[in-house]
């Protein structure tokens, strides 16, 4: 082939990788960047779709009243309530991936069974929950009820969806905590089903494709060192896992932020008291329900910084340990 | 490879082109289609086909998944909205600030209608914004109390009286709760929407000043309302929890919530709209009996309702006003009333005989006690200075704090109303042109 053909070639090759990715590409910019730039140039404008007051510039404005606003940083505690039982859930992923990733008989049938919530619409497993929820006749409080009736003990449910109770104590209306407070509420509830969800999801998935490709012989060379299950897990297994688990620690962060508009939509309209409004339900309702589409964008970008952030400090603390 | 791909690619765009066509829904020769933005029930497609048959040439079609405010919102400002869609309750304002809503002002008219003289008197905020006209009623009801003959039959109690206090329907609502030997209620006296507005309006609190510039929801008659709402499941347990409610099962059917669970005999009484007469009706073996909602000397029963708009970006503006005309004459009219879909726009047609007694439902005798409920009934109030939305947010909030017990209801009406009036004053700073309203005390 004489050099002009090569050029040719490569030329209508380029073309043709182009003309692949373009339709991607496209899409990209119109539904995605399109947007992103547009809900920048909101924010920093009075925009509410009811012309009241008239569309102006308003600069920072927005953001200086996110700031200010109780509301906004008691949804940002409750964001970061649910984001603090995630590690929970990764290793509640993480056993179940390594029990998976025995050969057993009949393990394709247990691998079936633990990602069916994943392949189940998200409403219906809520609403499964709701009724499981109910304090007086739900499932879980008559079994809380059988076990305590067990032991002669009295039984005082916990209120599940109904109550602003939670383990750290947090009061519903100001930023600040109280014995009384403490006990198991909606937010728990929402951590529960998230977690019980997310038991055989993607992440376990991820844990169980990392320890499937996992040398053999690493095992074996360790367990003829004499090595036990523990020291197997402790000193091969896990340093193995480590990009796996930045990974699923830096989604998680991601997914954190951005998540429990489903929730709050289906099971509690973000109560009660707001206790289960989390920024990206803030963010629904401000616009969706409110109009106000200048600050809800202001908040949106409140949130990507934040996530920036995080996934930022993350990433330079974590990346080097765990990347070899 | 390369060429394997380039073919997928052609095939996947050829298809494309092809199938393009058939993805939508084919126009009948000769037909317009007019799109309304609705629910989708049984008696929307009788309202339906009735106006199909008057109009040959028109194709009405609902799109019941795009039925919520905020999407016929987003979806009109994008220029995809429907040609006619409705506006519950005093959602008005969002609609016609937005430009959304048509001003029919002068079109209604010429379509032969007054609305001010023909729409029940109380439901003008639902439909006019100071005396200009976006719409007409497609119903409007408003709430009586329910009771099943057989379960007080069974209990041999007498039905309650034709004027009851709320003394009597909870003295009533008692002895109909029916629990098992675990102690799980098995039937319970009373059901009710757990929607403090409702209460509200029995009880003759309002939430404004007459000018709008301030909110009252911490008076005695608002406490007193939010005691009344509370009492029938927190003190005298004869009516559900709000979760109780979502767990008992529906009776499969007669429509959704409290009405599927009153046909299904796990409540005795139930507060609910005429329209849940037309459920009942699918219910055969179902005797049921009306009374009057309890009512204080200020109060009033709350008119509920949803307007029909005309999209102001609509292209086919011409027919979709002919359905405007359609939804005020006889015909539309005397069909609601008959479905018992509330009642219709008009006050007038309440006046017939076949409304005050349907042969055709002979067990309904009491469609009298509708048309004079909604005579008493008076609409939401609202301010310009402050949404709905806001006051809910703010009430809401509160409630679910005296739900908890971490509140009595007198402290949480209190900071109700502290944070009602530091949202009002937010949207002032907010808002020159309304500052400026407000400082010169217009509403």
């Not at chain 1, 009660?272 to 409110?290: C, D, M, N, Q």
């Not at chain 2, 066509?21 to 609705?38: C, L, M, N, Q």
């Amino acid at each position: 082939m004489t050099a002009k053909n090569k050029k040719r070639a490569m030329r209508i090759a380029t073309i043709l990788g182009l003309a692949y990715l373009l339709p991607n590409l496209l899409g990209f910019l119109v539904f995605t960047a399109g947007p992103v730039i547009f809900s920048f140039g909101a924010s920093l404008t009075n925009w509410n779709i009811m012309n009241s007051p008239p569309l102006e510039f308003v600069g920072f404005r927005n953001y200086q009243q996110v700031g200010q606003s109780s509301q906004f940083w008691t949804f940002f505690i409750n964001t970061v309530y649910f984001m603090a039982f995630s590690p929970v859930g990764i290793v509640g992923s993480l056993v179940v991936a390594l029990l998976l990733d025995s050969r057993l008989r009949g393990m394709t049938l247990f691998r079936t069974l633990l990602y069916l919530p994943s392949f189940t619409a998200g409403v219906a497993i809520m609403i499964m929950w709701k009724g499981l929820y109910n304090p007086d006749h739900g499932l879980i409080n008559a079994c809380l009820r059988g076990v305590f009736d067990l032991f002669s003990l009295p039984f005082q449910g916990p209120g599940w969806l109904q109550s602003t109770q939670n383990l750290m104590g947090l009061h519903p209306e100001k930023i600040a905590f109280a014995v009384k407070d403490i006990g198991l509420g909606a937010r728990e509830a929402l951590v529960f089903m998230g977690f019980w969800a997310g038991l055989g999801g993607g992440n376990m998935l991820l844990y169980l494709a990392a320890l499937t490709n996992m040398p053999d012989e690493l095992i074996e060379a360790a367990s003829l060192d004499g090595a036990g299950p523990w020291a197997v897990f402790r000193h091969v297994k896990w340093p193995q896992l480590a990009p796996t688990t930045f990974f699923i620690v830096i989604m998680s962060v991601i997914g954190g932020f951005q998540g429990g508009v489903d929730s709050a939509q289906v099971m509690t309209g973000g109560g009660p008291a707001g206790t289960t409004t989390t920024l990206a339900y803030h963010i629904f309702r401000k616009s969706f329900v409110e109009y106000q589409f200048g600050y809800a964008s202001a908040v949106a970008w409140v949130l990507f910084a934040i996530v920036f952030a995080f996934s930022g400090l993350l990433w330079k603390f974590g990346n080097k340990e765990t990347n070899y | 490879m390369r060429a394997l791909f380039s073919a997928i690619l052609v095939v996947l765009v050829g298809w494309t082109l092809f199938m393009l066509p058939t993805s939508r829904d084919p126009v009948p020769a000769g037909k317009t289609i007019v799109t309304w933005a609705t629910d989708d029930t049984p008696i929307r497609r009788e309202q339906i086909a009735l106006f199909n048959k008057l109009n040959p040439d028109l194709d009405l079609r609902i799109d019941p998944t795009n039925n919520d405010p905020n999407k016929v919102v987003v979806q009109s400002i994008g220029g995809v909205g429907p040609d006619v869609f409705d506006m519950p309750g005093t959602t008005l304002k969002v609609f016609v600030d937005s430009g959304i809503a048509l001003d029919l002002t002068e079109e209604l008219p010429k379509l032969g209608y007054d609305p001010l003289a023909e729409i029940w008197p109380a439901a003008k905020p639902l439909f006019a914004i100071e005396d200009r006209t976006y719409g007409v009623p497609a119903n409007l009801d408003t709430l009586a109390i329910y009771y099943n003959r057989e379960v007080f039959g069974e209990m041999k109690l007498p039905y309650p009286s034709a004027n009851p206090t709320w003394d009597e329907i909870i003295a009533i609502g008692k002895k109909l709760t029916v629990k098992d030997a675990s102690g799980r209620t098995t039937r319970y006296g009373l059901l009710f929407w757990w929607d403090w507005r409702d209460f509200f309006a029995m009880c003759g609190a309002r939430l404004f000043t007459d000018d709008g510039r301030k909110l009252t929801i911490d008076t005695p008659e608002a406490l007193e309302a939010v005691n009344l709402m509370s009492s029938p499941i927190y003190v005298h347990k004869l009516a559900p929890t709000a979760s109780e409610s979502n767990s008992m099962a529906s009776v499969g059917g007669w429509g959704s919530g409290n009405e599927s669970r009153f046909v299904g005999r796990r409540a005795a009484m139930v507060v609910g709209p005429r329209y849940f007469t037309g459920n009942f009706r699918r219910a055969p073996d179902l005797k049921v009996g009306v009374v009057k909602l309890p009512l204080s000397a200020t109060g009033s029963t709350r008119l509920k309702g949803r307007t029909i708009a005309v999209n102001s970006r609509s292209p086919r503006r011409a027919a979709a006003l002919r359905f405007i005309k359609f939804v005020t004459d006889g015909g539309y009219n005397r069909l609601n009333n008959d479905l018992a879909d509330g009642v219709g726009p008009s006050l007038k047609y309440t006046e017939e005989p076949k409304f005050q007694f349907n042969p055709d439902f002979p067990e309904e005798k009491y469609n009298p006690i509708w048309r004079q409920s909604m005579l008493a009934a008076q609409p939401d109030e609202s301010s310009p200075y402050i949404s709905n939305g806001q006051v809910d947010e703010a009430v809401g909030f509160q409630l679910d704090l005296v739900n908890q017990g971490i509140k009595d209801s007198k402290a949480a009406l209190a900071a109700a109303q502290a944070a009602g009036e530091k949202l009002l004053q937010e949207n002032l700073a907010a808002n020159a042109a309304l500052a400026k309203r407000y400082a010169e005390g217009s509403k």
